[in-house]
């Protein structure tokens, strides 16, 4: 994204069309779980409805079914019957969901970065720090 000088006209609209497509990619990936979803999805290229379930710690039911058909709509995943099982339901991410893989490295990127300013300590040293803060009682 590259600005350029011009009249007040000109700037205007290039600022109006530049604010609806960030609009636009922020409601894409709206929502707690949307990122999980399509991350999990990179990784792992196919799931079904529980393996995602499992794989996506916290997430409900209800949130992940909405989160999936949310998702389908706007055509970042595909929803295919499995050829193995009768009834069970699979999905992938389609190419267009796939393209998205480059902007959650570059969120993750700036949120490391953002952390580390505002606390001085990376993502992994503030999950070990609150593994330690929490006890493992808590986990069993």
Known sequence: MEFYMGNKDQIHSQCRQTSIAINDALDL?????????IMALLVRKVLCFTA???????????????????????????????????????????????????????????GIAHRIMLTGRNVQERA?????????????
């Open 29 to 37: 990936l709206a929502g707690k779980w949307t990122p999980l979803i």
């Open 52 to 110: 995602l379930k499992t794989e996506i710690e916290g997430i409900s039911s209800k949130v992940l079914s909405s989160s999936l058909k949310r998702l389908e709509q706007q055509l970042i995943i595909e929803r295919n019957a499995s050829s193995g099982q009768l009834g069970k339901i699979e999905y992938k991410l389609t190419d267009h969901g796939r393209n998205l893989e480059k902007l959650l490295e570059q969120l993750s990127d700036v």
């Open 128 to 140: 070990i720090a609150e593994f330690e803060n929490f006890g493992t009682k808590h986990i069993l």
